[in-house]
């Protein structure tokens, strides 16, 4: 029946240009099974309502096949008598055709998929169910999987949301791929078309609810036209099961209510929010609920008027309970200026101090939402301990998809491990088996409520986070959420098919670039347990260790000449490790039993201790720079071996970033470890810190129009010292002496491109021109700008297979322009295989 599946067809889509936008829901073309040759040539939706999502599956459905099987299928809207895809709720399908087989029973938003009958049966236990196994059903047959199915599929928890940090100005917070697709200038973006892919998107992997604002509110969403704006956006969302929710700003009630106070306990304000949720509810009546960010980081709260943070959130879930809402209340409430003069001040024991004396004091629909460590999104943390403390209170974790601390999508991390990792944590709650997962299900407390919010900043660029790899994450929350279980290989290898391809090369590459990809950015960011070694104080991405400490932030690493780490234990520090239930607080207090990748999270030690791998602390730093770094180069390699098997315009931009990234990583690395050679003094056994003989450091070159500069922080330079032009109007040129043997060599360029400016410069031996570059990675990079010459700015490029001969005449050449002034901090002349 699908002869006309011809080879054409098939060719069609695999030369076609792909710019990401359509993510994993391609739809391209497989070679077709036999199994498939009687594929119902109708689909027969059950009951369904306009912009339903029964109506959606059935749209998604034709579509689907069509791209994927070359098959066209008609929607009927009653059943006749031949083979059909059926399509509705359980009750729906029940009254027409009576009971169907399934194994287990379906439970909200779950779903009955059966390919091995006549009929192609889809059941959903409510319509967004049916629209879930509708994509379940596609994700089978677009990856070629024809294999005959019958199986029930229930959602791990009931939350399964995005939160997304979108300001009413059209800014993205934590956002590094353009701006908002919901907001511009104080409203409701105009254009809301982008908002249908997106909701596609999130159902497709079984997200339920998002959130589209900023947990850092601005009151003036609650105006009158932007409630009506959030009808409009809400209306965008419904056909795909997806509930609208938003971020409030406590103090809505003083800053746009015209009241005098906002007091939760006050009877005005109750009376406000209760009048504001009604409208709200007006314009968008299945509401999902509220986010609640109080008393953290500046935030308003009800602490400042001597209120409990229950009080709070109970304000919101009294005004929405009515209307069938509910209340997530971040647990991420610290005081951020804290002493570091104190040994025992510890900002990873806020969460469990404000929020321990607080259980069973908030309402059944409200749900503490907790980030998944202590500190916030680091590149490895324990769980935190708030898990297993709340018993009589609703949690959810917060992961994030955003790559905040984690390369701003311009560094592959894929983190389904880490995601796992973290789920599968067993924190032994009254020493029984406690997983974080079966935690945040609500299973292991017997709570009403509980699951999953996943922070994920999607812009305007096509590819939605500015990274085509990046991708995997989002997938992979949605996928994780719905079902903890999974492994994250799987995961991946689903995605990387619906993706890319199901070329066995194409899957092997991408699966090993993103299963080392955390491990590599732990090794080359900070590891041991140490956090993200990144500026804190800015934007959050390139190296900078010094900012961690000696302020009240409280993310610190109490780093100075002889020892590291922070001190968690009970017996002579914060008292962090004591947060935790006995058997894993006894493992985190005794140094012997605490695993190397958290020792300097619980305790702090020479930088002579030794590890289980033998090594010392400072060499290890050393080495796991070295090796991270290394393998990130490894990268570069491995993706262009995909040259061909994937379409050209994703080819180059992933490769243009993984180049990026394999520089950046060399500053990363060179970066740290200058600055803990420089703290303890203590050399690397390898010689490598400190000693680069391939390099000219610019500083030491002949300057004319360039002078030198002292980078800061200091680190962030070869040599610590950059040189920049002498004013913002003069051409400058460094030239040096070439004492290399004659030879090939790849010729590295390290310089700064800082945001608001493109300098250009030239690179050329004896007059012949090497290379010609722009300083212009901020039209090219999502991550965020820096103006500085520090770790964000560094970067590197390579000009490959460069012939020079003993005594040739280096020259570069940078002419400034705007505030970047053509700063250069060294060149590699690297012979083959050799990367420094
Ligand atoms: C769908 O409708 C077409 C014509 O409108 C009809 O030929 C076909 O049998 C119908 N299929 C089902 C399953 O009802
Ligand atoms: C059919 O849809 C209507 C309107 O959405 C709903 O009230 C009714 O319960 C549905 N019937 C079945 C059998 O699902
Ligand atoms: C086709 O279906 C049969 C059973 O009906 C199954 O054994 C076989 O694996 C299927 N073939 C493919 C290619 O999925
Ligand atoms: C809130 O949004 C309005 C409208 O865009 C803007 O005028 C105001 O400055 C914003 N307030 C804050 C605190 O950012
Ligand atoms: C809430 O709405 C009621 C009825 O419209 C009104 O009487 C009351 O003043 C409102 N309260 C506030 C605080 O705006
Ligand atoms: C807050 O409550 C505490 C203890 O109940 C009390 O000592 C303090 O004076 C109160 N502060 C204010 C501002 O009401
Ligand atoms: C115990 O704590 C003190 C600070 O109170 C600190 O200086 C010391 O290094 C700690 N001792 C150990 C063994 O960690
Ligand atoms: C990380 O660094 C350690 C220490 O050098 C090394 O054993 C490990 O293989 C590295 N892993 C990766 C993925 O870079
Ligand atoms: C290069 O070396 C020659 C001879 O040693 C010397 O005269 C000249 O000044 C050097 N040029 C540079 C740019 O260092
Ligand atoms: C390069 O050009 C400059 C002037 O443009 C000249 O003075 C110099 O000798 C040339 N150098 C070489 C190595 O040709
Ligand atoms: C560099 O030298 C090698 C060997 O002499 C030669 O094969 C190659 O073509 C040269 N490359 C360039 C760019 O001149
Ligand atoms: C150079 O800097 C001056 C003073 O900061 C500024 O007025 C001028 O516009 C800048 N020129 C360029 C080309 O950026």
Known sequence: MISFVTIVWLLLGIVAAE??????????????????????????????TRNGPVSTAGRELQQGIRGILGKRVDINETATGSPAIIVGTAEAYKLVYGDFEEEGELEEDGYYLSTEGRDIVIVGQNQRGALYGAFDFLRRIGQGNFAPTSHVSNPHAPIRWSNEWDNLDGTIERGYAGTSLFFQDGHRATNLFRLTDYARLLASVGI?????????????????????????????????????????????????????TFDPL???????????????????????????????????????????????????????????????????????????????NDRANA??????????????????????????????????PLFSTLRKTNVAIELQITQEYLG????????????????????????????????????????????FAGVVNVGSENNWLGSHLAMSNLYAYGML?????????????????????????????????????????????????????????????????????????????????HTIGMDRTVKNGTGNAGQYPPQIASQFENIETTPDNLLLWFHHVPYTQVLKSGKTVIQHFYDAHYEGAAVAQTFVKLWESLKGKVDKERYEEVLFKQVYQAGHALVWRDSINQFYYNLSEIPDQAKRVGNHSYRIEAEKMILNGYKTYGVNPFHTASGYNAI???SNTTTGTATANITFASGTYDLAVNYYDLYGGKADYEVSINNRTVGKWAGDLEDKLGHA????????????????????????????????????????????????????
């Open 481 to 561: 959420a719905w079902n903890p279980s999974l492994e994250p290989q799987d995961i991946l290898q689903d995605w990387i098919r619906l993706t890319f391809s199901s070329d066995p090369k194409v899957i092997d590459v991408i699966t090993e670039m993103s299963m080392k990809s955390w491990p590599v950015y732990e090794n080359y960011t900070g590891n041991l347990g140490i956090q993200t070694l990144t500026d804190i104080l800015y934007t959050h991405y390139g190296p900078n260790p010094a900012s961690q400490d000696n302020n009240g932030w409280g993310q610190w690493t109490r780093a100075n000449k």
């Open 408 to 451: 701003h999508q311009d560094h592959l991390v894929y983190l389904g491990p880490l995601w796992k990792e973290i789920l599968e944590y067993d924190l032994r709650a009254d020493d029984r088996p406690s997983k974080v997962k079966d935690i945040v299900s609500s299973e292991r407390f017997g709570r009403p409520l509980g699951g």
């Open 266 to 344: 006050d009877p005005k304000v109750i009376s406000w929010w209760s009048n504001i949720t009604d409208a709200l509810y007006a314009s968008v009546p299945d509401l999902a609920g509220y986010l609640v960010k109080a008393n953290s980081e500046g935030q308003p709260g009800p602490l400042t008027y001597n209120r409990t943070l229950a009080d709070g959130a109970n304000l919101f879930a009294k005004a929405v309970k009515p209307h069938g809402g509910i209340v997530m209340f971040r647990a991420f409430v610290y005081d951020h200026h804290i002493s570091p003069d104190n040994w025992k």
């Open 208 to 260: 339920n609810g998002i959130v589209i604002n900023n947990v850092n509110a601005n009151a003036s969403l609650l105006s009158p036209e932007n409630i009506q704006g959030l009808g409009s956006i809400a209306n965008t969302f419904r056909p795909y099961g997806v509930r609208l929710g938003i971020s409030l700003n406590f103090a809505s009630p003083q800053i746009i209510g015209g009241l005098n």
């Open 19 to 48: 710019d990401g936008y359509r993510a994993w829901l391609r739809y391209a073309p497989v070679a077709s099974s036999g199994n498939y040759s009687s594929l119902p040539s109708s689909i027969v939706l059950l009951n369904a």
């Open 351 to 384: 969460a469990v101090d404000f929020f321990k004396p607080l259980d069973g004091k908030f309402d059944d629909n409200v749900v503490v939402q907790i980030k998944y460590g202590p500190i916030d999104f680091q590149v490895r943390e324990p769980p935190s």
């Open 785 to 836: 700008p820096s103006i500085y010459l520090d770790g964000h700015t560094a970067t590197r490029i390579t000009f490959k297979g460069v012939n020079v001969t003993r005594g040739d005449t280096l020259r570069i050449l940078g002419k400034p322009n705007g505030i970047e002034p053509a700063p250069l901090d060294y060149v590699s002349f690297l012979p083959p295989g050799i990367v420094d």
């Open 724 to 726: 920049v032009t002498t």
